[in-house]
């Protein structure tokens, strides 16, 4: 018979194995299958499942393997689902920033840019009264440290603005709590109005402006002033030192 322990075959007919000590008479244990009979010239073999070992230390060594196989595949499963939670959490993170914070954001920013423009706007004093056949036109002469004065006296000294002119275009950078942040415009004439085309809006100040609401709210700050003192702008010049803008009477 064979042994249901060791899966040796046991010819000694006593009650115990005598390769593994295990007792052989016990009541309901299960006994394998086998083709040998007596007088048979096949060696008899038991009838294991493919790739079973017939040593019980044989058999521990390979299942060995398999636990720590587990146990790797546990933690990268672990691992695939921290990160794919980090991903949620990310992917919440954006929605709600594009969908809640950044439109409240850029419409308090707009409000304060529309508010302090205006405000700008009336500060400018009327042009005095002369007859107009006797008014050919005005210049308007910017400098670069005029903008960046006017700048600097609005927003206090939380923000530090500097103001360049270079190939047509006026360039603003701000330091606004130690970051940068900069605004570049290209100024012109159109139609009787002094305009700003192509702004563009860099740096962490773009999180709260951009650049065609920019140009829009300042756009339409001067279209008023100039309808408010009945003037319209009939020429550009833009140089590295200076900006001089001429106007003429108008009809507005």
Not at 31 to 49: C, E, K, V, W
Not at 180 to 207: I, R
Not at 210 to 234: H, I, K, M, S
Request: glycine content about 8%; overall charge positive.
């Amino acid at each position: 018979m064979f042994c249901v322990n060791c899966g040796s075959y046991e010819t000694s007919g006593g009650p115990y194995c005598t390769r593994c000590g295990f007792r052989l008479d016990t009541v309901g244990a299960p006994l394998p299958d086998t083709s040998y009979t007596q007088g048979s010239s096949a060696t008899p073999t038991a009838a294991f499942p493919s790739g079973a070992s017939a040593d019980p230390a044989l058999a521990r060594n390979r299942s060995a393997p398999i636990g720590a196989s587990r146990q790797h595949r546990r933690r990268h499963g672990r691992a695939i689902g921290c990160l794919a939670l980090l991903l949620l959490i990310a992917a919440a993170l954006v929605a709600i920033w594009s969908l809640a914070v950044q439109p409240a954001l850029r419409d308090l920013a707009n409000s304060v840019l529309r508010s302090e423009l205006a405000r700008m706007a009336d500060q400018v004093p009327p042009l005095p009264a002369v007859p107009a056949s006797r008014v050919t036109g005005w210049e308007l002469v910017l400098h670069p440290t005029d903008i960046s004065q006017t700048l600097d006296g609005t927003f206090g000294s939380a923000v530090q603005a500097n103001t360049t002119f270079t190939s047509g275009q006026i360039h603003l950078t701000f330091h606004i709590l130690g970051l940068s942040s900069s605004v570049t415009a290209t100024p012109d004439v159109q139609g009787g109005y002094l305009l700003l085309h192509n702004v563009q809006v860099t740096g962490p100040l773009s999180w709260a402006l951009t650049g065609q609401a920019v140009q829009t709210d300042f756009n339409q700050t001067l279209a008023l002033l100039l309808r408010r003192e009945r003037l319209q702008a009939t020429s550009l010049t833009i140089n590295p030192d200076r900006l001089v803008v001429f106007f003429k009477p108008s009809g507005f």
